[in-house]
């Protein structure tokens, strides 16, 4: 392979991470691993927490939120990245199984997020997720992850489609999965990948993914497509970026929150206090009084990252006419009028110099003008902790697809970027005026 071909180190770190991350809690999971390996200590919210200047922790919440942090040797503020674990896709309800005229067992689904329908049929699937089964004691949480071609929804023959041009997917209807024949037990599935009796399963929570492994592409290999780049691409961006900073200055977190995708509340999504709990907890520890803390907000800053919307080839006009993003262009500052995303002039200012100084390109996104746009993090997040924020992403095609599109070149941008945003020392001097 020439060295033009070659795909770089954090294109393959990052296809693997989806690889082993079909659904958020497994993400988290990988996301712990990733923090312990580079030797952060794990901590418990029902704990009490010791903390050690100039050391890593984090801690997690549900098993599908995560929030690390490093302790400062002087407390001058927070610098925080946000991202999600969650994606669009389709969870397993309860009372699963669905015989079809005796011959066929289908699973009972509905949608999680707003999904392209359209691109999860006739692809091998299969499920991930968690169950929770009985203890001597009381209840566990084990993760699953059937890791096997295991269903698949088939679409309806274009013989029996005519007439339908029409036809609106039906989610109950169209997109249940074909698990097996008339013998499958989905019951019995799940208690043999956790490792217990059929009737210590007391309930789970279980998602489809599709079977695709992430791969790289394009005359030059200048593509990567994968399930679940919105938003593990910014998740696994944030993770990287934080265990490579050093800034004695700021108390730095990586929060990545569920529940984005289906509004955020939940105890933990980025509309409850996850986020604010762990500060106040973390200044409780450190003996920083309240005051002093709050004082620091204005020296504060927050990355909300989630992908963003590149030209897409063969619809170029569905972009706005002068703010265009496209794949390897570097990093995306989103705007919105509404204030679906956070970003103003002068926090676009401060993480567009940062970007600068480190030699990563930026592009600028607005929806079109007669176009609805999706919220995302740091609007959320301010509602509970608000201090100066930007919203930013990684250009991509196809979101919220069974399987997306996005550049080779930027999630290697993304990290360099987050990583010089983590070891900046941002101080304001006066109300719209600051230092980094």
């Known amino acids: 392979m020439t060295e033009m071909l070659k795909t770089s180190e954090t294109t393959e770190k990052l296809l693997k991470f989806i690889d082993a991350s079909p659904s958020c809690f497994h993400a988290v999971k990988n996301i712990c691993v990733m923090l312990e390996d580079a030797g952060?200590?794990?901590l418990l919210e029902n704990e009490t927490w010791t903390l050690e200047k100039g050391k890593r922790y984090f801690t997690t919440r549900n098993g599908s939120s995560v929030l690390a942090f490093s302790v400062p040797e002087n407390y001058n503020g927070m610098q925080i990245?946000?991202?999600?674990?969650?994606?669009?896709?389709?969870?397993?309800?309860?009372?699963?199984?669905?015989?079809?005229?005796?011959?066929?067992?289908?699973?009972?689904?509905?949608?999680?997020?707003?999904?392209?329908?359209?691109?999860?049929?006739?692809?091998?699937?299969?499920?991930?997720?968690?169950?929770?089964?009985?203890?001597?004691?009381?209840?566990?949480?084990?993760?699953?992850?059937?890791?096997?071609?295991?269903?698949?929804?088939?679409?309806?023959?274009?013989?029996?489609?005519?007439?339908?041009?029409?036809?609106?997917?039906?989610?109950?209807?169209?997109?249940?999965?074909l698990l097996g024949g008339e013998n499958a037990d989905y019951n019995a599935l799940i208690a043999e990948e956790a490792?217990?009796?059929?009737?210590?399963?007391?309930?789970?929570?279980?998602?489809?993914?599709?079977?695709?492994?992430?791969?790289?592409?394009?005359?030059?290999?200048?593509?990567?497509a994968s399930p679940r780049l919105d938003d593990l691409q910014c998740a696994f961006s944030a993770t990287e970026a934080f265990l490579n900073a050093e800034n004695k200055e700021k108390l730095l977190i990586s929060a990545v929150f569920d529940n984005e995708e289906v509004g955020s509340l939940t105890k933990q999504g980025a509309d409850s206090t996850f986020l604010t709990d762990t500060v106040r907890r973390i200044a409780s520890a450190l003996n920083i009084p309240e005051a002093e803390w709050l004082r620091k907000m204005p020296d504060s800053f927050m990355l909300s990252a989630d992908n963003a919307h590149a030209v897409h080839p063969n619809y170029t006009e569905k972009c706005d006419q002068t703010n265009r993003c496209y794949l390897n262009g570097g990093i995306v500052i989103k705007y919105s009028a509404n204030q679906k995303y956070t970003t103003d002039s002068v926090s676009a200012a401060v993480f567009g110099e940062i970007c600068r100084k480190a030699e990563v390109p930026v592009m600028i996104f607005y929806n079109r003008s007669d176009m609805a746009g999706g919220s995302t993090l740091g609007n959320i997040s301010n509602g509970h902790l608000s201090l100066n924020t930007v919203d930013i992403g990684i250009p991509q095609l196809a979101m919220h697809s069974c399987v997306e599109t996005a550049g080779e070149k930027d999630t290697a941008y993304m990290v360099k970027a987050m990583t010089a945003f983590y070891n900046a020392d941002i101080r304001q001097t006066a109300d719209g005026m600051y230092t980094f």
């Open 195 to 224: 490792d217990v009796k059929k009737e210590d399963v007391i309930s789970s929570d279980m998602f489809l993914y599709p079977r695709q492994h992430g791969v790289v592409f394009g005359m030059e290999n200048e593509f990567i």
């Open 81 to 177: 990245v946000s991202a999600h674990s969650d994606s669009p896709t389709f969870r397993v309800k309860s009372g699963a199984e669905i015989t079809v005229e005796g011959h066929y067992k289908k699973l009972n689904t509905e949608g999680y997020g707003g999904m392209i329908l359209s691109t999860w049929f006739d692809r091998p699937l299969s499920l991930a997720g968690r169950a929770v089964v009985r203890t001597e004691s009381g209840v566990k949480s084990v993760l699953l992850n059937i890791d096997r071609d295991l269903c698949i929804i088939p679409s309806l023959a274009i013989h029996m489609t005519r007439g339908m041009a029409d036809h609106k997917l039906n989610p109950q209807v169209d997109l249940l999965p």
């Open 40 to 42: 952060c200590i794990r």
